[in-house]
């Protein structure tokens, strides 16, 4: 395999740029009000952190259940000043359909994004080469648009929001936070 080849497939690291995208999204199950676009541009211009979370496929039996869970705890991330984010490499349509189809992803109040072409899975590194679509993978990026934080768990295992939550707001006190620190808990004062 050579460099070039190498350097493509990896995932990005913390303190690197999150790549600008633009991509369709499904955002209502309301008719007329299904779709829009969404760009990496929209947290930066509004001062907001971003928490991006991948899922492999819809239609699928872990997918719902982490979806549903990032839903439920939406406001822990909104009274946070951060913009939730859900992508996968299915298209807006399917999405759209899921939604449709799941009780749990009914009322769902982020957006779908639909990575159709992959392009951003395979710039983020986080694209199953056998598979062809995207990992567990979640990103914390701050509102300059710089990577803080990156899970990234294989297609069966789901993650744990309350995780995600807790690292955000570890990041955003800006100090020293030791190991099983809590919010509300005391900082390292050094």
Not at 74 to 101: C, I, K, M, P
Not at 102 to 123: G, W
Not at 144 to 170: H, K, P
């Amino acid at each position: 395999m050579n460099s070039e080849m190498n350097q493509s497939n990896r995932i990005l690291q913390v303190g690197e740029k999150f790549p600008s995208f633009s991509k369709k999204a499904t955002v209502s199950r309301e008719p007329g009000k299904e779709f829009d676009t969404i760009s990496s541009e929209e947290h930066i211009r509004n001062g907001q952190w971003m928490v991006m979370f991948w899922w492999p496929k819809d239609f699928t039996f872990v997918c719902p259940t982490e979806i549903a869970e990032f839903n439920r705890q939406y406001e822990a991330f909104a009274s946070r000043n951060t913009q939730l984010l859900g992508a996968s490499t299915d298209s807006e349509f399917v999405h759209l359909a899921w939604r449709n189809d799941h009780p749990d992803l009914r009322d769902l109040q982020f957006p779908m994004i639909a990575d159709t072409s992959k392009s951003l899975a395979e710039e983020l590194g986080i694209l199953n080469k056998d598979e062809k679509v995207a990992y567990r993978a979640t990103f914390i990026v701050d509102p300059e648009g710089i990577i803080r934080w990156i899970s990234v768990n294989d297609l069966n295992v789901g993650r744990n929001v309350n995780e995600v939550i807790r690292v955000l707001e570890a990041l955003q006190t800006g100090e020293l936070v030791p190991c099983n620190w809590e919010p509300g808990q005391d900082t390292l004062h050094v």
